[in-house]
C-alpha cells in the first residue's frame, strides 16, 4: 500500500510520472495500513491485530480547532493588516473542518475503509499549502525580520513535517508503536504554532500599529461608483424638482 513517503522516495530519485502515479494512489486511498478486517468466524482476514488507539490520540485531533480558536479570538498579529492572507478564512477552516475530518479518519475509521480518509488528506494538504503561506507572509510582512521568530517556525514546521514522514514510513511497516507516537508529534504543531503566536504578539510586539490599522481600513474603503460617493449630500433632479439626500448617521 502506497504511503506518502513512497511517493517522496520517487520525487527524490527524479522519477516524476512514478511520483505523481504514488501520490496520486495516495491521496485517494480509502484505507490505511492498518486496515482490519474481520472474516465470519471473527477472525483476522489479513493476519493483524487491531490496532488501538489511547484517548490522547484522539484528544490531539482537535488541536486544529483550538489554534482556530485562537486565530479568531485573539488578536491579529501586524502582517496579517499588511498582506492578503485570508486569515479569518484559515481559522475557519482549522475550526470546523480539520478538526472534525482528522478526528473521523484518524481516531474512528483508522482500521476500516472510509472516505473520511480521502477528506482528511484532501484537506490536510490544502491547509498545509495555507500553513506554509501564513508562515511566508508572517516573516515577508513583518515590520522587521525576528531571526528569533523566524528559526522558532522553521524548527516548528520542520518537525511537523518530519513527524507526518516519520508516522508514515512506521505505517508502511505496520509499526503501530511507532506510528501512534509520530502521528501525535504530527498533531503537535499547532500547539507549538499558538505558543509561537502568544510570544510573536505579546513578547516582540508583533501587535499591529496605528499606521498599519489606518492603511488596512484605508485600502477598503469604497472606490468609485461607489453608493457612498454617488448618494452622500448629493442631489437628484427629476424634472424640475430637486430632492436633497443626505447621509443618515
Not at 8 to 23: A, R, V, W
Not at 40 to 53: F, P, V
Not at 207 to 232: G, H, M, V
Request: glycine share 4%.
Amino acid at each position: 500500500m502506497v504511503n506518502l513517503h513512497d511517493s517522496i522516495e520517487s520525487l527524490s530519485q527524479g522519477k516524476l510520472e512514478e511520483f505523481l502515479d504514488k501520490f496520486t494512489a495516495w491521496m485517494f486511498k480509502s484505507t490505511t495500513n492498518f486496515l482490519y478486517e474481520e472474516d465470519e468466524h471473527g477472525n483476522s482476514i489479513h493476519g493483524n491485530e487491531k490496532l488501538h488507539q489511547p484517548l490522547l490520540f484522539g484528544l490531539l485531533c482537535w488541536s486544529y480547532s483550538m489554534s482556530g480558536i485562537v486565530i479568531l479570538t485573539k488578536p491579529k498579529p501586524a502582517w496579517v493588516y499588511r498582506s492578503n492572507f485570508w486569515y479569518e478564512t484559515y481559522g475557519w477552516m482549522l475550526l470546523l473542518l480539520q478538526s472534525p475530518l482528522s478526528f473521523m479518519a484518524d481516531y474512528i475509521n483508522m482500521t476500516n475503509d472510509s472516505i473520511w480518509h480521502v477528506y482528511d488528506r484532501g484537506l490536510a494538504c490544502t491547509l498545509f499549502a495555507l500553513t506554509i503561506s501564513s508562515l511566508v507572509c508572517t516573516h515577508a510582512y513583518a515590520r522587521k525580520i525576528n531571526i528569533v521568530s523566524l528559526i522558532l517556525d522553521f524548527i516548528a514546521i520542520s518537525f511537523a513535517f518530519g513527524s507526518f514522514l516519520m508516522s508514515s514510513q512506521a505505517q508502511s511497516n505496520k509499526d503501530s508503536d511507532a506510528f501512534l507516537f509520530w502521528h501525535n508529534c504530527w498533531h503537535c504543531y499547532p500547539i507549538l504554532k499558538v505558543g509561537i503566536y502568544f510570544l510573536d504578539i505579546y513578547v516582540f510586539d508583533g501587535l499591529p500599529s496605528k499606521e498599519d490599522l489606518r492603511l488596512y481600513y484605508e485600502k477598503r474603503k469604497p472606490t468609485s461608483l461607489s453608493a457612498s460617493l454617488l448618494f452622500d449630500n448629493s442631489k437628484m433632479f427629476i424634472g424640475t424638482k430637486s430632492i436633497t439626500i443626505s447621509k443618515e448617521e
